[in-house]
């Protein structure tokens, strides 16, 4: 609620994706007043259909790396936005290089002069990625990284990085408020199921009894989060002014193997399939596991969510749902 007694009026970029129409749906059963925008290449409409039962809830289909975004006459008196508008799995950034590039860049300093112009606070997703393969482990915020430029992952890792400078000129030279979170793999239900992403990849193919695809030997780790922990996370960046200006690691840093992982759902969803092997892709990050120090201390956050607890609950949706 604003000062006026107004509800806040929240932009949220990406709203159609996994992450932005969860945010959505928990910041409207809140009574906040939300402004989505998308332009539905990697999200889904019917995610934009749920949403717009909320009275409170519009949405425009839209690129927000257009410059006619600022004539959009729906955007007016903005108080928040959070900004997750990106292809976020390895086989959508690669399949669009060249757009991951630009929504990251063009993209993130659009939303960045929107803030300016509205005086509001701004969240802006960023990833581990920016660690690329990272050679300190695990990995805390002041770890400048280990990418590289030539290969596959680049478009999404520069992007990103890149999008982080963008955030800190406009906080630097122009005093906008901005928080940057760092989110390690995060998952749940309500994936594409043609996402790629590993958990709707093993899932999927567990419950159906096709073969679990595990890439190289299965020994390169990641860090699993529970959506509703991620979702909490950067609810409280928003929220918090201590955040302002800050880079925050935002995981969950209970680390397992891929082939473990594989393990874990084959028994979990009783699946008769096989683990096999297929190549690893190039650049597949080996290992990854955030040190949340910080968000522990400026937040008052950690994951409450076990990757047991966690993969029950995404096992349970996908076995109730329909294929989409
Ligand atoms: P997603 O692909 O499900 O959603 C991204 C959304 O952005 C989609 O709805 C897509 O249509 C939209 N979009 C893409 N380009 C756009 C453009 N030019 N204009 C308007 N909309 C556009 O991905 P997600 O998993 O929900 O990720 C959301 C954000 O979180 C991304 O910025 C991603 O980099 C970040 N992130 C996610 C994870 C994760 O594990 N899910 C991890 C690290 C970072
Ligand atoms: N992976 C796998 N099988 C799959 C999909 C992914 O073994 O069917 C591996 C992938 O090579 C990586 C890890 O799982 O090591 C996580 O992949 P994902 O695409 O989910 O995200 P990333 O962390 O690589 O961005």
Request: aromatic content about 8%; some cysteine; overall charge negative.
């Amino acid at each position: 609620m604003r000062g006026d007694g107004a509800l806040e009026k929240i932009i949220i970029t990406g709203v159609a994706g996994f992450l932005g129409y969860q945010l959505a749906e928990t910041l409207l059963s809140e009574g906040c007043c939300i402004l989505g925008i998308d332009n539905l290449s990697t999200g889904r409409m019917q995610n934009i259909d749920k949403l717009s039962v909320h009275p409170n809830f519009s949405f425009i289909k839209h690129d927000i790396c257009s410059e006619n975004l600022f004539q959009l006459k729906e955007i007016t008196d903005i108080d928040q936005i959070y900004h997750l508008a990106s292809p976020a799995s390895p086989k959508y950034y690669q399949k669009f290089p060249f757009e991951t590039i630009e929504i990251n860049t063009l993209g993130t300093k659009n939303m960045l002069e929107l803030s300016k112009i509205h005086n509001a606070k701004m969240v802006y997703l960023s990833t581990s990625e920016v660690y690329g393969d990272p050679e300190i482990h695990p990995q805390t915020e002041d770890y400048r990284g280990n990418v590289n430029t030539w290969g596959p992952r680049a478009c999404y890792d520069e992007g990103k990085r890149l999008g982080e400078v963008f955030c800190y000129l406009y906080h630097s030279l122009f005093g906008v408020q901005i928080k940057v979170a760092r989110i390690f793999n995060t998952y749940s239900a309500g994936l594409r199921n043609d996402d790629g992403r590993v958990i709707s990849n093993f899932v999927n193919q567990a419950l159906k009894g096709e073969e679990i695809t595990v890439y190289g030997d299965g020994s390169q780790s990641r860090s699993f989060c529970y959506v509703d922990d991620t979702i909490r996370a950067i609810r409280l960046m928003m929220k918090n002014d201590a955040a302002n200006g800050e880079i925050i690691n935002i995981g969950n840093p209970n680390e397992i193997t891929v082939l473990n992982l594989a393990k874990l759902i084959k028994e979990l969803t009783n699946s008769p399939s096989d683990i096999v092997f297929l190549p690893l892709p190039k650049d597949d990050p080996k290992q990854r596991r955030p040190n949340i120090d910080k968000a522990k201390k400026i937040l008052d956050w950690e994951p409450k969510v076990s990757l047991d607890e966690g993969l029950r609950k995404t096992i349970n949706v996908y076995q109730s749902s329909s294929p989409n």
